[in-house]
């Protein structure tokens, strides 16, 4: 079992920047693929960006994201990190986590686990 724990979110302004990390625990997570989500209340949870098993040498964004927001992850640390910039008020949702093994995904079903969420508020 892998579990995963979301931190670093908080309340920032518009064009701000933020920071939220995600650190699992359980097993090594160096072959998993990993994934951010996000949901706003009301709407379904959203892809966001995924990072490659394999020292995360590749990456896919959602457009919604895209040169916003950069992935990364270190795994002597078992840590993926989402470096948010120009955040906007609809950036507010909570963000989530999530780990496979293998290839990337970006659908929700395709992740075998999810930590607790994040609270990201960005304020006008």
């Known amino acids: 079992q892998v579990q995963l724990v979301e931190s670093g979110g908080g309340l920032v302004q518009a064009g701000g920047s933020l920071r939220v990390s995600c650190t699992a625990s359980?097993?090594?997570?160096?072959?998993?693929?990993m994934g951010w989500f996000r949901q706003a209340p009301g709407k379904e949870r959203e892809f966001l960006v995924a990072?490659?098993?394999?020292?995360?040498?590749?990456?896919y964004y959602a457009d919604s994201v895209k040169g916003r927001f950069t992935i990364s992850r270190d795994n002597a640390k078992n840590t993926v990190y989402l470096q948010m910039n120009s955040l906007k008020p609809e950036d507010t949702a909570v963000y989530y986590c999530?780990?496979?093994?293998?290839?990337?995904?970006?659908?929700?079903?395709?992740?075998?686990?999810w930590g607790q969420g994040t609270q990201v508020t960005v304020s006008s």
């Open positions: 990072i490659s098993w394999n020292g995360g040498a590749t990456t």
């Open positions: 999530a780990a496979r093994w293998g290839r990337m995904a970006t659908e929700r079903y395709e992740y075998d686990y």
């Open positions: 359980g097993r090594t997570v160096s072959s998993y693929a």
